[in-house]
């Protein structure tokens, strides 16, 4: 797995606007392309054709970010922690919409179990994020020559925590928490995911809605790349038409794209790739709404597919159908992924996570984050409740030929499992 993002991004030789969890691609905010991208009257007819797909957005509202704070101090009263910390990312925008930048000063939110929720700021940004907060009137400020942590110790003593518990969120870097925990030598540390997890695992009617708009939009979009796909072009110019395709649909977004033998490595391969007939390609990745993502991988041939190709694509399809007709509402995550893997190695592949074979888990939660809890993987008991939103994306690898992978999104209703996107008919009907 590649860790370090700008190599993953070269790797995946033309992603717009990534940030990388995992392997996921999370859009909520943009970047340049690696590669050029052509020019809007350059563009193939099927990109030129599309058109906006998010004037019908509707955001998370005001009220409901406050129902979500209600619901994580009643969560912290039950696991008896007292108050938790969190710096900017997915989890301060999911409670707050506040969007901020992480550098070495301290922003950052304090939400106590019980009383209003308090802000430590840099003095120097004060206004800034006035106009930003919307959320909360305690905002602790510092001078450059002073302490954070001795605000976030004075948050937590007006709020009657000189001693008990606080969790930490699991982005906050380390030298954050030490310096906290120096400023408050009475207070015990824990994790925060009890309460982050037990909030956004489950999806509200509005987050469902936007992710429903980022997989149709992501379908759209490759739709229109794979319409526009000519012999012998490469990777970055593949990965571009995909990125002006999301772009012209609305929003920022991206893929990364393998060609023939190199769609067998599950991230895809730093060998640089000219399409070619014949050629298996294999494109995943998705867009973000209001910060919501989508995950999708398809699958297909460049040309006529032939039998073998079909075989494999086909036994991808049953072992994808197997993991959803297992996601049941009560049933352990890993029984998923058990199932998904049994039509697999039943098939003479494997076992367990040997190649030829699936080598990774069936899947992924998704929401905020492109990769966040839980996990469709074997050990894992958590059952499946209804709110909860997975990726279900058995991978056939077989290195040396080609890999195929199918990955559409699904949320848990009470009457069991849904998919967000339409699964691909066949090899050769992807869309």
């Known amino acids: 797995m590649c860790t370090d993002r700008r190599d993953f991004l070269r790797l995946s030789a033309g992603i717009a606007g990534a940030t990388l969890f995992g392997h996921s691609l999370a859009y909520a905010d943009s970047e340049s392309n690696i590669t050029a991208e052509p020019q809007q009257g350059s563009q193939p007819e099927a990109i ?34 007292d108050a938790i910390y969190l710096e900017p990312g997915s989890s301060m925008f999911y409670y707050t919409g506040m969007r901020w930048g992480t550098s070495e000063r301290m922003f950052a939110l304090v939400i106590p179990a019980r ?74 540390f824990v994790s925060a995911t009890p309460i982050t997890a037990g909030c956004r695992m489950f999806k509200s009617p509005a987050e469902l809605a936007l992710m429903q708009i980022a ?38 977004g991206g893929i990364f794209v393998s060609f023939g033998k190199y769609t067998a490595f599950p991230h895809g391969s730093s060998t640089p790739q000219r399409l070619k007939e014949g050629d298996v390609v294999l494109m995943d990745g998705g867009c973000g709404i209001e910060g ?7 699958t297909f041939v ?31 995550c890993e029984a998923v992924d058990a199932a998904a893997r049994k039509v697999i190695t039943d098939a003479g592949f494997g076992p367990d996570y040997k190649v030829p074979g699936l080598p990774h888990r069936t899947g992924h939660g998704i929401g905020l ?27 056939v690898v077989i290195y040396g030929e080609f890999g195929i992978r199918l990955e559409d999104c699904l949320y848990i209703t009470p009457d ?14 992807p869309f």
């Open 48 to 81: 030129r054709r599309l058109r906006r797909m998010t004037d019908n957005v509707v955001p998370i509202t005001m009220e409901e970010r406050k129902g979500r704070i209600d619901k994580a101090q009643r969560l912290m009263r039950e696991q008896r922690i």
């Open 115 to 188: 009383g209003e929720i308090a802000w430590v700021c840099p003095k120097f940004e004060e206004e800034r994020a006035r106009e930003l907060i919307r959320m909360g009137t305690d905002i602790r400020t510092w001078e450059e020559d002073e302490s954070p942590y001795q605000r976030v110790a004075q948050i937590l003593k007006d709020r009657g925590v000189r001693t008990g518990t606080v969790g930490i969120e699991e982005r906050v870097r380390f030298f954050l928490y030490d310096g906290i925990r120096q400023a408050a030598p009475g207070v015990k």
């Open 215 to 252: 997989n149709d939009i992501t379908i759209a979009a490759y739709k229109a790349t794979r319409d526009s796909m000519t012999e012998g072009m490469t990777q970055g110019e593949f990965a571009a038409n995909c990125a002006a395709a999301f772009r012209a649909l609305g929003t920022s």
């Open 292 to 298: 919501y993502q989508s995950d999708i991988t398809r």
């Open 302 to 332: 460049f040309g006529k597919a032939t039998d073998r190709q079909r075989q494999i694509w086909d036994l991808e399809r049953q072992s994808q159908d197997a993991g959803f007709a297992a996601a049941r509402v009560g049933a352990p």
């Open 369 to 395: 984050d492109g990769h966040e809890w839980t996990n469709f993987v074997r050990g894992n008991k958590t059952p499946i409740q209804p709110g909860m939103c997975f990726s279900d994306e058995p991978t």
């Open 416 to 429: 069991g499992p849904k998919f967000f996107t339409k699964q691909s008919a066949s090899i050769d009907e």
